[in-house]
């Protein structure tokens, strides 16, 4: 199922990549019907927060470290040997992070249950599932930067279906409720990690007994900064399920989730074509071609008014998808999908310019960006959801992520120029 793939091209991959997203995009879509009759709107809050605290737990744990072995493969006169030894020290830097992250979450778990309303023992569980997705991204992301769509697509695949048997088994079968979705998740992405790193091993991209300190310095360089960045990506996607939480209550959580699922099928697609346009565009900007450059940012252009399409037809089918797959319980989540969709549109338009930031490996103002765009997000999330309740939840995302994307733009074109403005040939 892992065989080696090459030769992929733009086209070739970006279909794998969105063929494998929409299969596991599907598979929540196709869950939802289920659990949001299995599951009461207060338990799928409770799936909410748990994932929701996977996201913030993200920032720290691990340091980007599959950005950093992504970006360390374009790297010039880079032998086998040391790339290997690169990998080895990225997960030498997720143990400690883990461990220093887990350590700290031990001796406050009493006030972080109470907050998050969740179980001691998932609040504590969520450090080493967010190390085991670290550890999952860094084998995709190796496969990703040679093209492997289909190698990258089978295992992500492969995670989707275990979670899902998991899920319908525990939670329709053995009615476990919000616990049996959470163990579904957690089973799925351990089995997932394991595979990961056999699969790094296997494929000679793995030395952990080695000790580089310049290979540590480096992945610290090159995640240290994204740790804000990252925390303020939390704050822009995810810290409105805690304010909802807190003012609202883990019912209108749970029905703000299922709106949030659904737009997210858009963010899946955005997600693919980058995947595939990554490799692609840093190829053609390691050659500095001023005639590649003005093709790409046409293209950009084209691309940036497609998807604004997408954000159109949510406004007018979103609360008809809502009600027919979530239900009755849920139909509130059908006044929120537009704005939320609109929001992921201008993730997606993010996504664009954003590569360009990492091509240049000056990440720092990144950070600002993202950091001050979440904080507007928390600051338009206290003011506006008292006003709109969970619509203004839906505002204040849509306008963050606005903000960012058009910041984020602007630091591109300081770290990396392109010719926004000057399309002739």
């Known amino acids: 199922m892992f065989k080696l793939v090459k030769g992929n091209t733009l086209v070739a991959g970006a279909a794998i990549y969105l063929a494998s997203n929409i299969l596991n995009a599907a598979i929540p879509f196709a869950l939802m019907p289920i659990l949001t009759r299995y599951l009461s709107p207060t338990e799928y809050g409770e799936v909410a927060m748990f994932q929701t605290l996977l996201g913030a737990l993200a920032a720290i744990v691990g340091l980007s470290m599959h950005g950093a072995a992504g970006r360390k493969f ?73 093209n492997q769509a289909k190698n990258y697509g089978a295992l992500q695949t492969f995670q989707s279906i275990v979670n899902t048997l998991l899920s319908l088994l525990l939670v329709v079968v053995f009615l476990l409720g919000a616990e049996g979705r959470i163990v579904g998740m957690v089973v799925a992405m351990t089995v997932a990690a394991f595979l990961s790193m056999w699969l790094l091993s296997r494929d000679g991209l793995l030395s952990f007994f080695v000790w580089r300190p310049h290979f540590i310095r480096e992945i610290v360089q090159f995640g240290g900064p994204l740790v804000p960045h990252v925390g303020g990506i ?8 805690f304010v909802i939480n807190g003012k609202l209550g883990l019912a209108e959580t749970g029905v703000y989730m299922v709106a949030v699922q659904l737009a997210g099928a858009l963010a899946l697609i955005f997600d693919a074509i980058n995947k595939a346009y990554v490799p692609w565009l840093y190829e053609r900007l390691k050659r500095d071609d001023k005639r590649e450059k003005r093709k790409i940012v046409r293209f950009t252009y084209a691309w940036f008014c497609l998807i604004a399409c997408g954000a159109v037809l949510a406004f ?110």
């Open 74 to 146: 374009y790297d010039g006169n880079l032998s086998e040997v040391e790339l290997k030894e690169f990998v080895g020290s990225c997960l030498q830097v997720l143990l400690v992070t883990s461990t220093l992250t887990i350590s700290i979450m031990f001796a406050t778990i009493d006030v972080l249950s109470e907050w998050l309303e969740l179980g001691s023992l998932w609040v504590l569980l969520a450090v080493p599932v967010t190390a085991a997705s670290a550890i999952i991204q860094l084998r995709l992301g190796q496969w990703q930067v040679r």
């Open 234 to 241: 939390f704050l822009l996607t995810s810290v409105d399920r």
């Open 316 to 425: 007018l089918i979103g609360p008809l998808v809502v009600s027919l797959v979530a239900g009755d319980d849920f139909s509130g989540a059908g006044d929120v999908i537009g704005w939320l969709a609109l929001g992921q549109v201008f993730g997606g338009m993010y996504l664009m310019v954003t590569n360009y930031i990492f091509f240049s490996k000056r990440t720092g103002l990144l950070s600002f960006v993202t950091v001050f765009s979440g904080l507007i997000n928390v600051l338009l999330l206290i003011i506006l959801i008292e006003v709109f309740g969970i619509l203004g939840a839906a505002y204040a995302f849509c306008i963050a992520m606005a903000i960012r994307f058009f910041l984020t733009w602007w630091v591109a074109q300081m770290r990396y120029p392109m010719p926004w403005f000057n399309l002739k040939t």
